[in-house]
Each structure stands twice: as C-alpha cells, then as structure tokens.
C-alpha cells in the first residue's frame, strides 16, 4: 500500500477514524495502530496494494502455503491440481497413468541429483524406475535418432527430435508424461493399450499407443486403423518381434494410409523396438508423422572363435544391409563366405549358388572370378590372420522376400597372407529356391573367427 500520513498533531484517541483515497481506517489506542474498517471500506482498491516494497518470503512456495482468490484462500497446492487439469484439456496430455513411478536414475543429459528442472537430451535415453517420491522435470529433446523413456523396465514411447517432455510424479503411485512439440506447443492424449498378439488381429481405436509383443506368432496379424477425425492419433510399438512373421499394418475398409489404397498393408513390422506414429488427416485417412527410422537396427554380433555366425531376415523389410568390420580368421588365407536357409535356420543350401567377383590386388593387378553352379556366395577373399590383416565389407541384400531369389551385392576390402591388399566387388545368387530367405550364415573356409564384429540393418 502506498505510503499513509496518519494525523499525529493532535495525538489519537482510541477510536478516531481517518479516510484516504477511499479506505477509512480506525486507530487502536491498544496497540497504537490504524486499522481498516471492513463494514465502512469492504474493498480494498487493487491500485492501493504495494507489492513492491513488500517483504519477500525467501523460499520456495509449499504446498501450504496461502493464496488469495478473488475474495477467499485456496492453498497452494490447489494450483498443481488445476495446471493438470488444464495440460489434459488442451490436448497435451497424458499418455499413461503409471504405478509406484519415480525419476530416480536417468541417462542422457538429465544428471542432476533430484532431476527436477528442465534438461536438454542431446544422446541417450530417459529410465523411470519403481521407487517413491514426489519429482518432476521437462526436457527438449534434441540430436538425431530415437530417445526412448522406458519405465519398469518397459519402453513407453520413442520421443523424437523436437519433442518437448514433462513427466510429473505426483505421488508413490503415480506419474503423468505429458508429451509435445516446439511447432506446435501441444500434443495428443494417447492411452497405453498392452498388445500380445499370438493368433487374433487388432482393430484399433483412435488416441491409443499400442504396445505389441508379437514373439510366437504363427502367422501374420494385422492392426486395422479405422475411421477418424483430422488430429487424431495412434503409435504403434513393437516391444519384442517376431523373426519368421510380423504385425501388418493396415486401413479398415476405405481407410488409406499415406494416401495409398484403401484396406492395403502399408507395412508388416517384426524388429523389436519399432515404433510408428500415425495422424489422421482426414476421416478416411491416416499419414505417418513419426517413425523410428528407415534403417532399423536388427543383430551387433562380435565373433571370438566362433565356427560362424547365423542373422535372422525378419519378415517386412524391403533389403537388408550386412557390415563387417575387423573380420579375422582363426587360419591363414581363408575366405569368408555366405549361404542361405529357407527354413527357419534349420538347413543351410549347400549348392546351386551363382557368384561372381572383380578384384583389385594392390591396385595394380586385376582378376575376374565366378562360378554358375557354386556351394556358396563369397564375401571376403583370401584373408590373412597376423596382426592388421582383416578384412572389413558392407553388403546388401535382396530378393528376400518369397517369390524372388536371394541376391547379394557387395564391397570389401582384405589383405592377405603375403599382406597385399585386395578390394573387391563380389556378387552372388542363391537359386536353389524362390522360398522367403529367413536366415543368412557366415563361415569360413576353413577354421573359425579370430576376430570382427557383423551388423545387420534392416531397411524399409
């Protein structure tokens, strides 16, 4: 309030009154103060409130602590519950309500002692834990790739670049993630609905986040997308996957996806770990917006003696990328070499391959190779096992698919025994079968690995 010159010449009696700017106060010999008559002034003007030259509390707000509304006191703690309150009704909401929940260890840029506040997430993912406590923080999440935020040991969603995060833990049995976007400032409340699909499809619903463990099946299944309205929303999580049949993904009766046929499988999804996300455009179709990737990330095998090295072909994928890198063998000048099973990994062909190779020696002596009727497809050629003689090769793979015959076309470099460098260009068919190629081995010639690590890339 602004500052007041009470009369003091003469002194107050107990009980004068004085009025200024319309308040009328009342002395109170008692205590020798002025106080403000209710039944006379029963408004106090906002104009006359000074809040500047008020005495600061020095802490933090708590939850006791006492607010003014409008003309009566609501505890501060009545904020928290209507900010929730208003986070769901402006669609950024919840997308899950989870049990025994705390922030209690988080990778990632999150590394203060309590992770409250707000964090940027350049790498790394986000763990929320069992445990009890009242926390909460917000992230922006930044850098390429996938971040996922994972709680009880299971993935709840894939957060994107660009996504902005809240997850408030309100009580020992309770936590609320609100998830949105800098575009937009807002997202879309998604219900977790767990999935284990074994032998019947799924008919989704509109603002739902299926989480779907697909090991076992026997068959491809399908989730349908139906009819909805423009801004609706469904995420699609694989949790666990499936290496001989996958989750197909699909429109319901005139219902496209990405503006493709209607009722057609946009996808079959089978690699653990994928995630898509759909928005509906208008009633009658839905466009992908968010997506784990093109390139999903299927087997890492490091080999250490091993006689060879097996890799599923999971069912959905257009083609396959294989990388080796620090390849060795356990016996001098062996050659790598690949074949292929159609049944599940149970067999592996031992004939009726075609190969052919170009290979560069030194870079200055050349070869032309190949075989129309050969045991296997060769990736790497003769290969030396003293220190620094390996071999490193990025391949692809086609025709995996049933129909069509394996291909593989690929690029490696080696050095051999008399420690020449040799740079190649081999390609190979199997043609024994146009059966879905499911599984591809690695061997040598002859004796195991010494050394090198295979990855398998699996590309839409």
């Known amino acids: 309030m602004a500052n007041i010159a009470f009369p003091t010449d003469p002194a107050p009696s107990n009980g004068d009154t004085y009025s200024e700017d319309g308040v009328t106060w009342q002395y109170n010999s008692a205590d020798n103060t002025w106080r403000i008559i209710p039944a006379s002034t029963p408004l106090l003007p906002v104009a006359n409130i000074d809040l500047t030259n008020a005495t600061d509390i020095g802490r933090d707000l708590e939850d006791a602590d006492l607010l003014v509304v409008n003309d009566k006191k609501s505890a501060a703690s009545r904020v928290w519950t209507y900010v929730k309150s208003k986070m769901a009704d402006l669609g950024g909401s919840i997308i899950g309500s989870y049990r025994n929940a705390v922030v209690a260890d988080v990778t990632g840029s999150l590394t203060t002692a309590s992770h409250s506040g707000k964090h940027l997430i350049t790498s790394g993912n986000i763990v929320v834990p069992n445990g009890a406590g009242d926390v909460g923080f917000s992230a922006v999440i930044r850098g390429g790739g996938a971040h996922t935020i994972t709680f009880d040991g299971s993935v709840v969603r894939t957060l994107e670049t660009d996504e902005i995060i809240s997850v408030f833990v309100e009580s020992t049995t309770s936590m609320a ?233 690929a690029q490696t470099i080696t050095m051999n025994a008399s420690s020449q460098n040799t740079s190649g260009i081999n390609t190979g068919r199997y043609t024994g079968s146009t059966d879905r190629a499911t599984h591809i081995k690695l061997a040598w010639s002859a004796g195991n690995f010494a050394a090198g690590r295979v990855k398998l890339y699996g590309l839409y």
């Open 177 to 409: 993630l609100f998830v949105g976007s800098e575009s937009t400032g807002g997202g879309t409340s998604l219900t977790q609905s767990a999935q284990t699909i074994t032998d019947t499809d799924v008919t989704g619903a509109v603002n739902q986040h299926y989480l779907c463990t697909i090991a076992g099946l026997t068959a491809n299944r399908a989730l349908t997308l139906p009819a909805g309205t423009a801004g609706d929303k469904i995420r699609v999580t694989i949790l666990d996957g499936d290496e001989a049949f996958g989750l197909e993904i699909k429109g319901a009766t005139d219902i496209t996806i990405n503006g493709g046929s209607a009722a057609a499988t946009w996808r079959t999804l089978s690699a653990a770990g994928y995630s898509v996300e759909f928005e509906a455009t208008s009633a009658s179709n839905w466009q992908v917006t968010v997506s784990s990737g093109e390139r999903v990330p299927l087997s890492d095998q490091t080999a250490s003696n091993d006689a060879s090295l097996t890799f599923a072909l999971p069912l959905g994928f257009a083609k396959y990328e294989l990388h080796g890198l620090g390849i060795a063998p356990a016996t001098d000048s062996a050659e790598l070499n690949l074949t292929v099973s159609v049944d599940g990994g149970s067999n592996f062909a031992a004939s009726n391959y075609v190969r052919m190779q170009i290979a560069y020696i030194n870079a200055s002596t050349s070869g032309v190779g190949g075989n129309n009727a050969d045991s296997r497809i060769l990736l790497l050629f003769q290969t030396g096992n003293q220190a620094g003689e390996v071999g490193n090769f990025e391949a692809i793979l086609l025709g995996a698919e049933s129909g069509q015959y394996f291909q593989i076309n």
